[in-house]
């Protein structure tokens, strides 16, 4: 009951009515671990949640002064079978970012996808495929041809129970969950794989339960390293806030991937348009936290 409390009230950008669930939960899950945490200097936690817990986000539980996510970096995992926890190879990995800032098929413009896309080309080589160039064919060929080590999508999506209601936004269509796991399963037949599926500007997390790790989940069974993904639908400035800062502080080789999602959702909450955790707490990273 707190957990859906706690998810249902952490979204409301206007209220504060989520702290008393999310102090009822650190109380219960984190509270009894913290003389073990402190006396092992624990920096990082990663969360294997089952259930309901697969719909909350970790980092904005509060111990009454403070969110989770002042005091460490968090990632999550639907199984440690899964993991292969190796680091990034910031000097050599190539990324293919893609993504609309274009209205099309219905959908509105993302017009803060362009900064977004221009920032990442700046720091990390690598090829873009924005809005008429953003076809899933072409994705899919560059996919198949290119060397990638991260794929960057921005752009709308949604993730539902029913498999046939769950897609990506490309400019001449949809690219559903059968086409995204075939992508990232061509992956699987070299030396390196997919280090970093990030779903930026999507909603790309939780239906219920069941589809609780959504898109990037589906990424992770597939083969993916590790993913970056939201609960719920962030709009589009605070999403490429986030983003961007997270991919700056990735280029430091002393960060894990989870300390770089940790500092940019720092950053996100010390500005007092951002602050509040419907703007910040929904970015998860799955899998492999290094």
Known sequence: KEVRLFRRTVEKRTTREYLAHAQQLYDWMI???????ARQHITTLVFVPDSSLRTIPMAALHDGATFLINKYAIAVTPGLNLTDPRPIDRE???MLSSGLTA???????????????????????????????????????????????????????????????????????KLTLNQLDRLIGLFRFRREPLELLT????????GDDRAALGLAGVAIKAGARSALATLWFI???????LVTEFYKQLRNPKLSKAQALQLAQQRLLADRVYEHPAYWSAFLLLNNWL
């Open 31 to 37: 509270r009894p671990l913290e003389p073990a945490l």
């Open 92 to 94: 050599r990995v190539r």
């Open 103 to 173: 209205a099309v098929q219905g959908f509105p413009a993302l017009p803060y996808v362009a900064g977004e896309m221009s920032t990442i080309q700046d720091l990390y080589r690598g090829d873009q495929l924005l809005n008429r160039d953003f076809l899933t064919t072409r994705l899919e060929h560059e996919l198949r041809d290119g060397q990638y080590g991260i794929l960057h999508i921005a752009t709308h999506g949604q993730f539902a129970t029913d498999v046939n209601q769950s897609f990506l936004l490309t400019f001449d269509g």
């Open 199 to 206: 779903l930026s500007a999507c909603q790309t997390g939780v």
């Open 235 to 241: 709009n589009d400035e605070a999403s490429s806030e």
